[in-house]
């Protein structure tokens, strides 16, 4: 029945500025580039009814 099992899954996205970071362009502007965007995680939630999915 619809509703009754729900998958719900997260992911966790490194945040990798326009450019590239540091490997891509050294130390001193890849962290000039980090300060721009800001540093760590964006995090994607989403949920599949189970009675929908193949």
């Known amino acids: 029945r619809p509703g009754e099992l729900v998958h719900v899954d997260i992911k966790k996205l490194g945040r990798i500025p326009d450019g590239g970071g540091h490997r ?31």
């Open 24 to 54: 891509m362009l050294g130390r001193t502007l890849g962290n000039r580039n980090n300060k721009k965007q800001g540093r760590g995680y964006a995090y994607l939630h989403h949920a599949v009814d189970g009675y929908s999915r193949l």
